[in-house]
């Protein structure tokens, strides 16, 4: 890990699955001795304006950002929004529509589960988290594997969704979300620039073309999940694409003393990859 790069692009708060408040993941930062973070919660914006306001207090520059789900090729593609004017109403809409496919899938996984025999109740998941989740934030796979893991079904988080979260999961269920390539639009139309998530997850590497021709601006080449073989062949691609080079830990929390995906900080790039995305804003 370059220790010179600090900035971290890709961080979750309590908004969507992560275990940590704006606030808290401002001073995690600090600790980290980064001086950059983006706040890059699963469809939705909630956490950023609690982070930046951190942020100018503990002199760390906060990123606005946001991850939106996709599917392509049958799984779950992620894309990350940078810059964007979160306050933009119709982006707002967009996200809304999104968060209740998230929901709707919650409750097919529940529904799932329930016939394998593992009675989870949603609620229940909603009241571990101080009952129903403010408007703009979300529930997400982590909230429902840590049921899985306090009710004794599986003893890790790792187990819940080899087993039963994952795309090779038993329980695991996608409903029709947009394209990837519908995201990169949305993000660019509130202004932002867009990259795609921790490829080396999906290994759909021929849809990386397609992507730049809908406009795509980078490719998160470094990741708490990437091999050194992943981060080299994403670099390699990005490069050839003329993309922004862009990477971070994909930080959740610690949920039964395992990271998720990794610490703050655990993947960091230099500063000039902030100044790289700006440039790739749309006016």
């Known amino acids: 890990m370059d220790l010179e790069a600090k900035a971290d692009l890709h961080i979750h708060t309590t908004a969507s699955d992560g275990l940590h408040s704006p606030e808290e993941i401002v001073q995690m930062a600090k600790v980290a001795g980064l001086t950059a973070i983006a706040i890059t919660?699963?469809?939705?914006?909630?956490?950023?304006?609690?982070?930046?306001?951190?942020?100018?207090?503990?002199?760390?520059?906060?990123?606005?950002?946001?991850?939106?789900?996709t599917v392509a090729s049958g799984q779950d593609i992620h894309v990350l929004g940078y810059y964007m004017n979160d306050k933009d109403f119709l982006f707002q809409e967009r996200l809304q529509s999104l968060r209740s496919v998230r929901d709707r899938r919650n409750e097919l996984m529940a529904a799932k589960l329930n016939e394998l025999g593992i009675p989870i109740d949603l609620n229940e998941i909603y009241a571990m988290h101080g009952g129903s989740m403010r408007p703009g934030e979300s529930v997400g796979r982590p909230h429902i594997a840590e049921w899985l893991i306090q009710h004794g079904?599986?003893?890790?988080?790792?187990?819940?969704?080899?087993?039963?979260?994952?795309?090779?999961?038993?329980?695991?269920?996608?409903?029709?979300?947009?394209?990837?390539?519908?995201?990169?639009?949305?993000?660019?139309?509130?202004?932002?620039?867009?990259?795609?998530?921790?490829?080396?997850?999906?290994?759909?590497?021929a849809l990386v073309p397609e992507l730049v021709i809908a406009g795509l601006d980078g490719i998160e080449v470094y990741h708490s999940d990437h091999s050194p073989e992943d981060e080299k062949r994403y670099k390699e691609l990005a490069t050839r694409f003329n993309l922004v080079l862009s990477g971070g830990s994909d930080f959740h929390g610690s949920r039964q003393g395992e990271e998720f995906h990794g610490p703050v900080g655990g993947r960091r790039v230099s500063i000039t990859v902030i100044d790289q995305l700006k440039l790739r804003r749309r006016k």
């Open 41 to 69: 919660d699963h469809d939705t914006t909630e956490g950023i304006d609690a982070a930046i306001a951190e942020g100018e207090q503990a002199n760390l520059i906060v990123v606005p950002g946001v991850e939106i789900s």
């Open 153 to 205: 079904a599986v003893k890790s988080m790792r187990e819940a969704f080899d087993r039963y979260l994952g795309k090779n999961g038993a329980a695991y269920v996608n409903p029709p979300r947009i394209h990837p390539q519908e995201a990169i639009a949305w993000i660019h139309e509130a202004g932002g620039c867009a990259v795609l998530a921790h490829p080396g997850l999906y290994g759909e590497d």
